[in-house]
């Protein structure tokens, strides 16, 4: 059984906001047949390469596009 966008984006928005080095507040998560595109701001690049790997490990996304800028 497929896993709903809608259901995928609140999965990796809650795992970014369980996660202490990713400011989950400033990263909005889009979902479109499984593929999430993370925007807004982070710290660092460290941060950008963690919130892509924290998305890619949630179960049903297929794959994970970048629109983080860091601030």
């Given at each position: 059984?497929?896993i709903?966008?809608?259901?995928i984006?609140a999965?990796v928005?809650?795992?970014?906001?369980a996660?202490?080095?990713?400011?989950?507040r400033?990263?909005?998560?889009?979902?479109?047949?499984?593929?999430?595109q993370?925007?807004?701001?982070?710290?660092?690049p460290?941060?950008?390469?963690?919130?892509l790997?924290?998305?890619?490990g949630?179960?049903?996304?297929r794959?994970?596009?970048n629109?983080?800028i860091v601030?």
């Open positions: 059984m497929a709903s966008d809608t259901a984006s999965r928005k809650a795992a970014l906001a996660d202490p080095d990713v400011k989950a400033d990263v909005q998560v889009e979902t479109f047949r499984g593929t999430v993370l925007s807004g701001f982070v710290d660092s460290d941060n950008i390469r963690r919130a790997d924290v998305a890619r949630v179960d049903g996304v794959e994970v596009r629109a983080l601030k």
